[in-house]
């Protein structure tokens, strides 16, 4: 456990890499820093490909990738903890979006390792409940089920909850300045221009809710995973003042580029603009 997080997996793999290269060589611990990174942009251009097309996908995979306000998950090997989550994450997703009980299996294992790697998976796990909850989808359950059981007897066993009750109060300024620097990073703007880039988000979002178009659930899903992952990190870090930390803008960052992804309109301009 580190800080809350159940590093079980950024543990192993560098137990490996000590085993095999030793502490003498720091190239090998950058390069698994940089291959989670290059998986998590992957995984957006496959998640926002699949639902949206090829333009959509590769300019939502691009931003993420050159996401240099997010530096600290790119170069730091140390962050392959949190990534390792969001990569995780984004395949649960992206298995979840065709029914059968082999992606379903695929994707109870994903959620595992994202719930294994930091408690960020705490966030995804709860925006895929959210996902199949609202899609009336009761047989696929025991996705969630399975890995949280798995997830719930670690923390009984090794667990430290770093939740502080009293950060309460600071939680509505948080999840404000923590959404405006997740749509700032990835414009590379002012956070006075990423709260007002929110306020047009949750325009577009509740434009696509009410209008009356397909996948609802699935936008809801994905809304409800940056704004708990911003609400749990409140509780337990308000008091600290960090809600635009590099390491955070960037986890808000991918899974506020597919939601935007998701919810913009189609023209032609559009598409055009976004490719750009």
Same mark, same amino acid.
């Not at 006075?192 to 988000?201: C, E, F, K, Q, Y």
């Given at each position: 456990?580190?800080?809350?997080?159940?590093?079980?997996?950024?543990?192993?793999?560098?137990?490996?890499?000590?085993?095999?290269?030793?502490?003498?060589?720091?190239?090998?611990?950058?390069?698994?820093?940089?291959?989670?990174?290059?998986?998590?942009?992957?995984?957006?251009?496959?998640?926002?490909?699949?639902?949206?097309?090829?333009?959509?996908?590769?300019?939502?995979?691009?931003?993420?990738?050159?996401?240099?306000?997010?530096?600290?998950?790119?170069?730091?090997?140390?962050?392959?903890?949190?990534?390792?989550?969001?990569? +995780?994450? =984004?395949?649960?997703?992206? &298995? *979840? !979006?065709?029914?059968?009980?082999?992606?379903?299996? /695929? $994707? @109870?294992?994903? %959620?595992?390792?994202?719930?294994?790697?930091?408690?960020?998976?705490?966030?995804?796990?709860?925006?895929?409940?959210?996902?199949?909850?609202?899609?009336?989808?009761?047989?696929?359950?025991?996705?969630?089920?399975?890995?949280?059981?798995?997830?719930?007897?670690?923390?009984?066993?090794?667990?430290?909850?770093?939740?502080?009750?009293?950060? +309460?109060? =600071?939680?509505?300024?948080? &999840? *404000? !300045?923590?959404?405006?620097?997740?749509?700032?990073? /990835? $414009? @590379?703007?002012? %956070?006075?221009?990423?709260?007002?880039?929110?306020?047009?988000?949750?325009?577009?979002?509740?434009?696509?809710?009410?209008?009356?178009?397909?996948?609802?659930?699935?936008?809801?899903?994905?809304?409800?995973?940056?704004?708990?992952?911003?609400?749990?990190?409140?509780?337990?870090?308000?008091?600290?003042?960090?809600?635009?930390?590099?390491?955070?803008?960037?986890?808000?960052?991918?899974?506020?580029?597919?939601?935007?992804?998701?919810?913009?309109?189609?023209?032609?301009?559009? %598409?055009?603009?976004?490719?750009?």
């Amino acid at each position: 456990s580190h800080n809350g997080h159940p590093s079980v997996v950024p543990s192993g793999v560098f137990r490996l890499l000590f085993a095999v290269f030793g502490i003498d060589d720091y190239r090998p611990f950058r390069a698994a820093g940089i291959l989670v990174h290059l998986f998590v942009m992957v995984a957006v251009v496959a998640l926002v490909w699949s639902r949206k097309g090829p333009v959509l996908g590769l300019a939502a995979g691009a931003v993420v990738g050159a996401m240099g306000a997010g530096w600290q998950n790119i170069l730091w090997p140390f962050q392959i903890g949190m990534n390792g989550s969001v990569a +995780a994450g =984004l395949l649960v997703l992206l &298995l *979840l !979006d065709r029914p059968g009980p082999r992606r379903s299996a /695929l $994707a @109870a294992g994903a %959620l595992l390792v994202s719930l294994a790697c930091s408690s960020i998976g705490i966030s995804v796990a709860f925006g895929v409940a959210v996902r199949l909850g609202l899609a009336r989808r009761w047989r696929e359950w025991w996705v969630v089920l399975g890995p949280g059981v798995c997830y719930g007897i670690w923390f009984l066993v090794y667990g430290e909850s770093s939740l502080r009750w009293g950060n +309460a109060r =600071l939680v509505p300024g948080y &999840l *404000l !300045d923590a959404s405006s620097g997740a749509v700032a990073g /990835l $414009a @590379a703007r002012p %956070l006075t221009v990423g709260a007002l880039g929110s306020g047009v988000l949750l325009v577009l979002c509740a434009r696509r809710l009410v209008g009356g178009e397909s996948g609802r659930a699935h936008v809801l899903g994905l809304l409800a995973i940056p704004l708990s992952f911003w609400l749990l990190t409140g509780l337990g870090r308000a008091h600290l003042g960090e809600p635009t930390a590099s390491r955070y803008v960037f986890v808000g960052g991918v899974f506020v580029a597919v939601i935007v992804a998701e919810v913009l309109p189609r023209p032609r301009t559009v %598409l055009a603009a976004s490719a750009v």
